[in-house]
């Protein structure tokens, strides 16, 4: 009897290692697929982590053409933000048959002078066009003959013919600068004067070529007070 009981219990605690033994290696497998599913897992969270670091940058790096639409609209509404400036048209000296002086250079009708083109030159106007807008001008010669008291001296008469250059390249009051003449209240020569420099431009036009670009280099390398006396002369008919 105690032979059959020892091995009865010998029977029962093996079945009892071997079903440990099984336990034990379910729950490694179960620990193992449990730390691959959790690799894996992680493993995406990384990817899309990356992924979302990726967007992220780019992003960043490339700027936002509505933000920038908006900022450059709160620029220019901004109230402390003083307007940009606008270029005033050039101011026109003297005209010469079909030459007109604008900054001591001669320019002749399709040339380009800070930023205008040249399209027509009158008697006693230019006609320019910039940013598609016709603009004329009186030369600055034009309105020192009307513009100033025959009794001004050269101090006066100087400071005169920048002030009446200006309202001539102004305008009419309430327009912009280089404002076309057409319309009430825009100063025009005097018939007198239309009608020397019509007579001025016939004398320039009836010359040779070679006279007229003689009187051009003359007039280019004189001094301020030697080009008005020449231009003077010319127009009481002593100028050839």
């Given at each position: 009897?105690?032979?059959?009981?020892?091995?009865?219990?010998?029977?029962?605690?093996?079945?009892?290692?071997?079903?440990?033994?099984?336990?034990?290696?379910?729950?490694?497998?179960?620990?193992?697929?449990?730390?691959?599913?959790?690799?894996?897992?992680?493993?995406?969270?990384?990817?899309?982590?990356?992924?979302?670091?990726?967007?992220?940058?780019?992003?960043?790096?490339?700027?936002?053409?509505?933000?920038?639409?908006?900022?450059?609209?709160?620029?220019?509404?901004?109230?402390?933000?003083?307007?940009p400036s606008q270029v005033p048209l050039p101011q026109t000296r003297a005209i010469l048959g079909d030459a007109?002086?604008?900054?001591?250079?001669?320019?002749?009708?399709?040339?380009?002078?800070?930023?205008?083109?040249?399209?027509?030159?009158?008697?006693?106007?230019?006609?320019?066009?910039?940013?598609?807008?016709?603009?004329?001008?009186?030369?600055?010669?034009?309105?020192?003959?009307?513009?100033?008291?025959?009794?001004?001296?050269?101090?006066?008469?100087?400071?005169?013919?920048?002030?009446?250059?200006?309202?001539?390249?102004?305008?009419?009051?309430?327009?912009?600068?280089?404002?076309?003449?057409?319309?009430?209240?825009?100063?025009?020569?005097?018939?007198?004067?239309?009608?020397?420099?019509?007579?001025?431009?016939?004398?320039?036009?009836?010359?040779?070529?070679?006279?007229?670009?003689?009187?051009?280099?003359?007039?280019?390398?004189?001094?301020?007070?030697?080009?008005?006396?020449?231009?003077?002369?010319?127009?009481?008919?002593?100028?050839?």
């Amino acid at each position: 009897m105690k032979a059959l009981h020892q091995i009865v219990n010998i029977s029962a605690l093996d079945r009892v290692l071997r079903w440990g033994a099984i336990a034990l290696g379910v729950w490694l497998v179960v620990l193992v697929i449990g730390a691959g599913a959790q690799s894996l897992h992680t493993s995406g969270k990384a990817a899309a982590a990356i992924r979302e670091y990726q967007r992220l940058r780019a992003d960043a790096i490339q700027p936002d053409q509505g933000i920038d639409e908006k900022i450059r609209k709160l620029s220019q509404n901004n109230l402390f933000v003083a307007p940009p400036s606008q270029v005033p048209l050039p101011q026109t000296r003297a005209i010469l048959g079909d030459a007109v002086l604008v900054n001591d250079q001669w320019y002749r009708v399709g040339q380009e002078v800070d930023g205008c083109q040249i399209t027509q030159i009158g008697p006693d106007f230019v006609v320019v066009i910039r940013d598609g807008k016709e603009h004329r001008l009186v030369p600055f010669d034009v309105e020192v003959n009307y513009g100033q008291a025959s009794a001004s001296g050269p101090s006066s008469g100087a400071n005169g013919r920048r002030r009446d250059s200006r309202d001539v390249q102004r305008g009419p009051r309430g327009r912009g600068p280089g404002a076309e003449d057409s319309g009430p209240g825009f100063p025009q020569p005097p018939e007198e004067v239309r009608a020397r420099m019509m007579e001025m431009r016939q004398r320039v036009e009836s010359m040779t070529p070679e006279q007229r670009r003689e009187m051009f280099e003359q007039l280019r390398n004189a001094s301020p007070e030697e080009r008005e006396r020449m231009r003077e002369e010319f127009m009481r008919g002593r100028g050839q």
